[in-house]
């Protein structure tokens, strides 16, 4: 049970970590490659969009990939299959994710090019920079996608185990599904309405979780039992 408690803490304070790294890794990009001129926004502001991409390509791939196998020997014993499932859904995940940020950070050479290139190359420098955002963007929604059908395996365990109260795990499920649809329909076709509201119910989800782990941890008399013994 020690080491269940244990587990429960640390994997919480991962998720918070983890949330926070790539959240303020993507405020410190957006706000440099959403403007009308990005490439030479870009230029000018490479140390920040370092840092940015070292939260979300570093610091986020690492903790992220830290949780599922804090898990697995919590949720294996109760279901071997969507243990390993949840854990290869969330490394290809994180390493989709991590591939989106590599296009971000491709933007930096070619800004240098763009602030001087001529007027005859810029356009084509311009084409390439916007398919280095769509890129990223694509790699983003695809990683929520896999994230999603992770999650959705994640829940499913601590649903049938009664690690947490289950009520929480319902939520859990529909956070992951509205965020699953919200991630494909954003790969036919962007929406920013659709966008934000399909992060939230997973996204407090994701929170109040946490912050249940680290405070309460795991159901000890679930702990205290595995299915067929």
């Known amino acids: 049970m020690n080491s269940h408690k244990i587990a429960a803490r640390m994997f919480g304070m991962f998720f918070i970590v983890t949330f926070l790294a790539y959240g303020i890794g993507s405020v410190l990009i957006d706000s440099v490659i959403t403007t009308e001129d990005f490439l030479a926004n870009v230029n ?3 140390t920040q969009m370092v840092i940015g991409v070292v939260l979300m390509a570093l610091v986020h791939t690492f903790l992220n990939i830290g949780m599922p196998v804090i ?3 919590i949720l294996k014993p ?3 299959y969507l243990a390993y499932g949840y854990l290869s859904a969330a490394i ?3 390493v989709t994710l991590a591939v989106g940020t590599i296009f971000v950070l491709l933007l930096l050479p070619l800004s240098q090019e763009y602030v001087t290139a001529s007027s005859v190359t810029m356009p084509n420098i311009e084409i390439l920079g916007m398919l280095l955002k769509k890129g990223s963007f694509f ?3 695809m990683g929520m996608a896999l994230w999603s059908i992770g999650g959705l395996m994640f829940v499913s365990v601590l649903y049938t185990s009664k690690l947490i109260p289950r ?3 319902v939520w859990g499920m529909i956070g992951y599904v509205v965020l699953l649809s919200g ?3 954003e790969m036919v076709g962007h929406n920013d309405i659709i966008e934000i509201v399909s992060v939230i119910p997973g996204g407090l989800f994701e929170i109040t979780l946490s912050v249940w782990l680290i405070v ?3 159901n000890s008399s679930s702990t205290g039992s595995v299915p067929g013994k």
């Open 71 to 73: 898990m697995l020997p």
């Open 139 to 141: 790699g983003y929604h």
């Open 167 to 169: 009520p929480m795990s």
């Open 78 to 80: 109760y279901n071997m």
């Open 216 to 218: 309460k941890g795991f």
């Open 183 to 185: 991630s494909i329909s």
């Open 44 to 46: 000018v502001n490479q």
């Open 92 to 94: 290809a995940a994180t």
